[in-house]
């Protein structure tokens, strides 16, 4: 099995909504604002690749909404996802999989393209889609403060072509709150709420490490504490618990976090101290 981290092209987003409660002061010498309040962010995906399979998890934001979309967003098109591939000697007609951690657009807008004749077609043509099914009754009816992040045109078409598939059998829990899921063999992943109901956590065990790609329950190494939560976090409480129980369940394994949205660190781990769960840097 191999593990790659992906970029996809940075973006901005509000450092307030981004650190919600937690002051400026603290927050901007992690990932410092413009003169806008601004932080640039990454929108990595994540390539797993096994004997048979190339799993690419999440897509970024894609290139197919127009300007007045992307300029509230300052996209960054200094790549993308398809050249990034390219560079692994991987075309989109390679990738196996597609597993979408969630709906927000800035996870799945590279999910769908449009092809020559302008139709909305999946960006991977040989490839199953996969999501959780709670995140699919979300996206099907969802809750004021997420429906602008579910964009018809990054969705519909997936579930319009046949190529959609949702994960829904736990096969354990951890804690309270997180449903594991098992996707392949050594290949998990957590299914949590806080953040958006059905959010997944690809989870791989692999070369003696816990891999855990944290897309948005952990999103940079600044939100490592338990209390360190986004304003988008629909649900903040039930994220804190989660995020404290994925810690006590894996905080004596050898444990790799990625974070997809972080633009400086990449991987990180992270240690008890005195109660309080901290960043370490790799």
């Not at 191999?2 to 901007?28: E, R």
């Not at 829990?173 to 899921?181: L, M, P």
Request: charged share 20%; with cysteine.
């Amino acid at each position: 099995m191999k593990i790659t981290s992906i970029p996809t092209g940075f973006f901005k987003l509000d450092g307030g909504a981004m650190h919600g409660s937690v002051p400026k002061s603290i927050w901007q010498k992690f990932n410092p604002a413009d003169e806008h309040n601004m932080c640039t962010w990454e929108s990595r995906a994540w390539l797993v690749e096994t004997e048979t399979k190339k799993i690419l998890v999440d897509c970024g934001l894609g290139h197919k909404q127009g300007p007045d979309f992307f300029k509230h967003y300052y996209l960054s098109h200094n790549t993308s996802l398809e050249i990034e591939l390219k560079k692994l000697d991987i075309a989109v007609s390679d990738i196996t999989d597609v597993l979408l951690t969630h709906f927000h657009f800035d996870h799945c807008g590279g999910a769908v393209e449009y092809d020559s004749q302008h139709n909305l077609v999946p960006s991977f043509p040989n490839a199953r889609y996969w999501c959780s099914l709670n995140q699919w009754e979300l996206v099907l009816k969802p809750n004021p403060l997420e429906k602008p992040s579910f964009l018809a045109e990054n969705i519909m078409p997936l579930h319009q072509q046949g190529v959609l598939n949702f994960i829904d059998e736990p096969v354990n829990y951890i804690g309270n709150h997180i449903i594991v899921h098992e996707f392949l063999t050594d290949f998990n992943v957590l299914e949590v709420n806080g953040h958006s109901r059905g959010l997944l956590v690809p989870h791989i065990s692999f070369n003696n490490q816990e891999h855990i790609f944290c897309s948005d329950l952990i999103p940079s190494f600044a939100h490592i504490p338990v209390n360190y939560l986004m304003a988008y976090d629909t649900q903040p409480l039930i994220c804190a618990k989660e995020k404290a129980d994925f810690y006590q369940h894996f905080e004596n394994l050898d444990t790799v976090l990625y974070f997809q949205h972080d633009a400086f660190i990449e991987t990180a781990t992270f240690t008890n101290k005195h109660g309080k769960y901290i960043g370490v840097k790799i």
